[in-house]
């Protein structure tokens, strides 16, 4: 039995609200619902001196006077005390105190300290409502760990808890690898998806060993900061964290991470998942050769196989499939044709077209190299000697290329074709995202940053005559300082041939149409070919979930 509020609507919109006591009961054929036993009466016609003298008469028609609270009672305090049990019933679980108290002891028998039941205390906040060391002791004065048997007698001095805090970092890697144990038992946690994904957190003091400056996802390049990098199994439970200093670079993590996993956490088959900052030759190989198979976002922009992916437009526009807010598609790409496209890339930026007796003579060259190419095997090793000799030393005809003008192109494609000895004969499996939202986004970001910085040069170079080299030189880098120097792709600044001095500008249209073709796109790569192209993206997506 129980009171609550009835909202009856009449037909001229008013709503009246009456307090009535109900009862739950249970019917036939309709399970349990509530019935009317008493209507109070009209809500807004009830006084809250109508509302106590209702209680007190209840009390005394049914002699319940134990319930009623004399004019003599105070209450002092009220302690906080329903989500402070949930929690540690959680963490009792898991049986962290015992975990850390037997780790800490296997250090250090004659600490004295509770270090176990400081931390709880610590972890058990930051659930609630994190504070700082500081204002926990306050907090702690507000909840049920003021009264509780074995914590009531706990000094509250703040420095107890920095002392736990630094038994504690001495402990992370064992605490950490019991606690997967426990977890995977406990919850019977899925380690054939591991996701990784660092973050960076700045701070103000100077005094931090590992802090730097570095880049910021704050966007707070100008204060130091550590890299937090933390590995969760696909469920989402954490399995190992790492701290780096603020200025270590995304790729270069990934080795200690692919590491520990085999070595100390024994899992030696996962796919593992990683954002695009993370992808690199090296740790590719890295993870390969741990076992692993990966998922990895790419850096479209700087990936040069997805330059050859986007070097004409997205021709397959059509083959998209939907995915949720997403159009996915699939291709493969062999490193066979993706060598033979950006040996041609270079041979026409070189700009290579001279002709003899109406033959092109590179083309003769590149038809070489096309065969010498497509002949490569994964056991294969190349010598910078065998291009130079189709490039540069032209036997068939006994008519040669400059060394002196071509030796560097000769360079950058042995460079290329070198890069992938050992995977010739591989096939690559990307997948292409398109969100139709996040490119109306970009086009319109691109348009109107354009439009601005257009404005911008417009009135740098209104009457630029009267204005010095080095004054031009300073306002141009101020107009694309910062995140605004990511847009200076889109602009060419005309200079005058003998002093170099700028006098004008005009739209990059080339670089702009290529960033078109990469509107609203994200890339993934990965090795398995056996997993469905939705459930690719959908390990992807569960990174940032």
């Not at 070595?263 to 998942?273: A, G, K, L, P, Q």
């Not at 200079?495 to 702009?512: C, F, H, M, S």
Request: proline share 1%; with cysteine.
């Amino acid at each position: 039995m129980f009171p609550r509020i009835v909202r009856n609507n009449k037909k001229n919109g008013t709503t009246y609200e009456y307090l009535v006591v109900s009862q739950s009961v249970y019917k036939k054929g309709k399970g349990s619902t509530t019935k009317n036993i008493a209507n109070l009466g009209n809500v807004k016609r009830l006084k809250p001196q109508d509302l106590s003298n209702l209680i007190d008469g209840l009390i005394k028609i049914f002699r319940m006077e134990e319930y009623s609270l004399s004019e003599d009672v105070e209450i002092i305090e009220s302690l906080e005390h329903g989500s402070i049990i949930f929690w540690k019933k959680v963490y009792d679980n898991l049986e962290l105190s015992k975990m850390i108290k037997s780790q800490i002891r296997l250090r250090n028998k004659r600490i004295l300290l509770e270090v176990e039941k400081y931390i709880e205390m610590m972890i058990i906040n930051r659930c609630i409502n994190p504070l700082s060391k500081l204002g926990i002791t306050r907090w702690i004065e507000t909840t049920c760990y003021k009264e509780m048997k074995s914590y009531s007698q706990l000094s509250r001095n703040v420095t107890y808890f920095y002392r736990s805090m630094d038994y504690l970092l001495k402990i992370t890697d064992m605490l950490e690898l019991a606690i997967f144990g426990k977890l995977r038992n406990l919850f019977s946690i899925n380690v054939k998806l591991t996701f990784y994904d660092i973050t960076s957190s700045f701070f103000y003091s100077e005094n931090c060993p590992l802090g730097a400056n570095g880049y910021s996802r704050d966007n707070r390049g100008d204060k130091e900061q550590i890299i937090i990098g933390v590995v969760t199994s696909y469920e989402g439970y954490p399995l190992k964290h790492y701290v780096f200093t603020g200025n270590t670079k995304d790729e270069t993590t990934v080795e200690e991470v692919v590491s520990d996993l085999n070595s100390e956490y024994n899992i030696d088959e996962t796919v593992f998942v990683g954002d695009r900052g993370m992808i690199t030759k090296l740790n590719l190989d890295m993870i390969l050769g741990q076992g692993f198979d990966y998922i990895m976002g790419v850096k479209t922009r700087q990936d040069e196989i997805c330059q050859m992916l986007f070097s004409e437009g997205d021709k397959d526009k059509e083959h998209y499939e939907e995915y949720k807010s997403l159009k996915i598609r699939e291709k493969r790409v062999k490193i066979k044709d993706f060598l033979i496209w950006k040996i041609k890339e270079v041979l026409s930026e070189g700009s290579l077209m001279g002709k003899e007796n109406g033959v092109s003579v590179i083309d003769e060259r590149f038809s070489i190299l096309e065969e010498k190419i497509k002949a490569l095997t994964n056991k294969d090793e190349i010598e910078y000697h065998d291009f130079k000799t189709i490039l540069i030393e032209d036997s068939l005809s006994g008519k040669g290329i400059s060394e002196g003008i071509y030796s560097k192109i000769c360079w950058k494609i042995f460079n290329v074709v070198k890069r992938y000895v050992g995977k010739y004969q591989n096939e690559l499996r990307y997948i292409i995202c398109l969100n139709e939202e996040r490119r109306a986004i970009d086009v319109r970001r691109r348009a109107e940053y354009i439009a601005m910085l257009s404005q911008k040069l417009d009135d740098l170079f209104s009457d630029i005559s009267k204005k010095e080299f080095h004054k031009i030189e300073k306002s141009l880098n101020k107009i694309f300082e910062g995140y605004r120097n990511k847009y200076r792709k889109f602009f060419k600044i005309e200079r005058e041939k003998e002093i170099q001095k700028a006098v004008g500008y005009k739209l990059n249209k080339r670089n702009i149409e290529k960033e078109k073709r990469l509107d609203g796109i994200f890339i993934l790569l990965t090795n398995r070919y056996d997993i469905e192209i939705s459930k690719v993206v959908e390990s992807y997506k569960n990174l940032s979930a």
